[in-house]
């Protein structure tokens, strides 16, 4: 059964808010009663990629401006999981609150491949971030505009996204923060934090662009 039909919109960082948000609020391994923090996503795809948006509002602000591929998970921080079709092997993209990213593929946590820098680079310069530290309470509010362009996916063929199936996570971290936490979309199991459990990921599909011939875009994989 498909859990997220993932809509066609034009790449523009202002037409996410129109978009659908969803709630990130498992949290499996909470120690108290009360969620740690407040996490919501919307995500699209266009003719170039796909558009995530991240939404987080938590009581602890402390990051670093890493290396990419370095430890953004220590930090306020935000993850995507994604998997092509029937693909054994998924992708996982990390972003902190001050734009550092890492992105990797592979069959799980431990047998995972870098993305290459070259292309990390090029994602680094299409994050977008605003922050509040102004709000009731003393919380913090921050959004950060990701667009992923399809040369990102780098170990896949994907010549478009229309019809195209996947299973996919988005979670919330913060490994090394004052009292650490770790949210996510689907609901998840095990004795520790672990979000690298593809068997969990939620089935969607990509909308066909509207008015886009059917034949124009195959990637060799079937919608769910």
Same mark, same amino acid.
């Given at each position: 059964?498909?859990?997220?039909?993932?809509?066609?919109?034009?790449?523009?960082?202002?037409?996410?808010?129109?978009?659908?948000?969803?709630?990130?609020?498992?949290?499996?391994?909470?120690? *108290?009663?009360?969620?740690?923090?407040?996490?919501?996503?919307?995500?699209?795809?266009? %003719?170039?990629?796909?558009?995530?948006?991240?939404?987080?509002?938590?009581?602890?602000?402390?990051?670093?401006?890493?290396?990419?591929?370095?430890?953004?998970?220590?930090?306020?921080?935000? !993850?995507?999981?994604?998997?092509?079709?029937?693909?054994?092997?998924?992708?996982?993209? !990390?972003?902190?609150?001050?734009?550092?990213?890492?992105?990797?593929?592979?069959?799980?946590?431990?047998?995972?491949?870098?993305?290459?820098?070259? +292309?990390?680079?090029?994602?680094?310069?299409?994050?977008?971030? %605003?922050?509040?530290?102004?709000?009731? *309470?003393?919380?913090?509010?921050?959004?950060?505009?990701?667009?992923?362009? +399809?040369?990102?996916?780098?170990?896949?063929?994907?010549?478009?996204?229309?019809?195209? *199936?996947?299973?996919?996570?988005?979670?919330?971290?913060?490994?090394? +923060?004052?009292?650490?936490?770790?949210?996510?979309?689907?609901? +998840?199991?095990?004795?520790?934090? %672990?979000?690298?459990?593809?068997?969990?990921?939620?089935?969607?599909?990509? !909308? !066909?662009?509207?008015?886009?011939?059917?034949?124009?875009?195959?990637?060799?994989?079937?919608?769910?």
């Amino acid at each position: 059964m498909t859990l997220l039909s993932i809509p066609y919109l034009p790449l523009n960082t202002q037409s996410t808010e129109k978009l659908p948000v969803h709630k990130i609020e498992n949290e499996p391994w909470r120690t *108290g009663r009360e969620l740690s923090c407040a996490a919501a996503f919307s995500i699209s795809h266009h %003719d170039e990629g796909i558009q995530l948006r991240f939404v987080v509002t938590e009581p602890y602000l402390r990051a670093r401006k890493r290396k990419i591929n370095g430890d953004v998970h220590k930090d306020n921080c935000v !993850e995507f999981f994604i998997a092509f079709g029937d693909d054994a092997n998924y992708y996982n993209f !990390e972003f902190n609150c001050l734009g550092s990213l890492k992105g990797a593929y592979g069959k799980n946590r431990y047998h995972r491949k870098f993305i290459p820098l070259g +292309l990390m680079r090029a994602l680094a310069d299409n994050v977008f971030i %605003d922050i509040n530290n102004r709000l009731p *309470g003393g919380n913090i509010r921050w959004e950060i505009i990701v667009n992923l362009p +399809l040369q990102v996916f780098s170990y896949s063929r994907l010549s478009c996204l229309s019809e195209t *199936g996947c299973a996919v996570n988005f979670a919330k971290c913060g490994d090394a +923060l004052p009292v650490p936490h770790f949210l996510s979309w689907v609901e +998840l199991q095990g004795a520790k934090p %672990d979000f690298h459990q593809p068997a969990y990921f939620a089935k969607a599909v990509f !909308e !066909e662009k509207p008015y886009w011939p059917i034949s124009y875009c195959k990637n060799g994989s079937s919608p769910w």
